[in-house]
């Protein structure tokens, strides 16, 4: 019996590391922030192609520091594209940062170090800054709509000089304001999102951050069931 258990749930995880594999994920998780507007609300990622945190039910996106040419701590990724026809020409697209400034470390999420700044940089210079103690400065411009009502913007976002190794999240919402940049806004604002950046990981390591943040997408739980129907007809036939 201890034999049958043992070749049962080695099977089962298997078939979940299968499901939830590194590479796989990178390739899933790896877009730009997608508004569009649902019944007058600005909506992120509707057709929910990025896996959403556990804890907080927010979308997560993902960047790298160091893969844009300012150097080792800055990444203009993820951007922002709305297609034509998303908002009436010049209405403008903003963020507000939320939160406080997150860190993996390897074991687990907790608050970044006191000495670490996230900064984001809006379209217009002005700079959001983001500590484990708050937010500076949360408003700023994405970007105004076209003349066809798209955007398509990329801000820079970077990490200060002193950090250490590991992955670090940042909270934003989208919301918007009028052709003149003034209030009350045209739409409600989004839901609240995440975005995980990475500083100086490896590939799977990054991403085991990630997943320690994702709720396990629908495949995720279909594969895992088909190894656990797989293992309850192993032990029958051994039973015979």
């Excluded at 160091?66 to 701590?73: A, H, K, Q, R, V």
């Excluded at 687990?108 to 800054?129: C, R």
């Excluded at 009502?149 to 990329?154: K, L, P, S, W």
Aim: charged share 15%.
């Amino acid at each position: 019996m201890s034999r049958l258990i043992h070749t049962a749930v080695g099977l089962g995880a298997a078939v979940l590391a299968l499901a939830v594999s590194p590479q796989v994920l990178a390739q899933e998780h790896s877009s730009d922030v997608q508004p569009s507007v649902i019944a007058g609300k600005l909506v992120i990622d509707e057709a929910n192609t990025v896996p959403v945190a556990f804890a907080t039910g927010y979308k997560i996106y993902e960047g790298n520091f160091g893969d844009l040419y300012g150097g080792s701590l800055k990444t203009n990724d993820p951007g922002f594209i709305a297609p034509g026809g998303t908002f009436l020409a010049g209405e403008q697209l903003w963020y507000q940062a939320i939160g406080t400034l997150g860190f993996w470390d390897g074991v687990g999420w907790s608050g970044a170090p006191d000495n670490v700044t996230f900064t984001l940089e809006d379209a217009l210079g002005n700079n959001t800054l983001i500590t484990a103690a708050g937010v500076t400065s949360p408003f700023g411009v994405i970007d105004a709509a076209g003349s066809g009502g798209g955007i398509h913007r990329h801000l820079n976002f970077s990490i200060s000089e002193l950090n250490p190794a590991g992955s670090y999240l940042a909270t934003l919402q989208l919301t918007s304001r009028d052709a003149a940049g003034n209030l009350p806004s045209p739409y409600l604002d989004s839901d609240p999102f995440h975005i995980v950046f990475n500083r100086g990981l490896s590939d799977s390591a990054f991403e085991s951050s990630v997943m320690a943040l994702a709720v396990p997408e629908p495949e995720t739980y279909a594969m895992f069931l088909a190894g656990l129907t797989l293992m309850g007809y192993m032990a029958r036939r051994r039973r015979r």
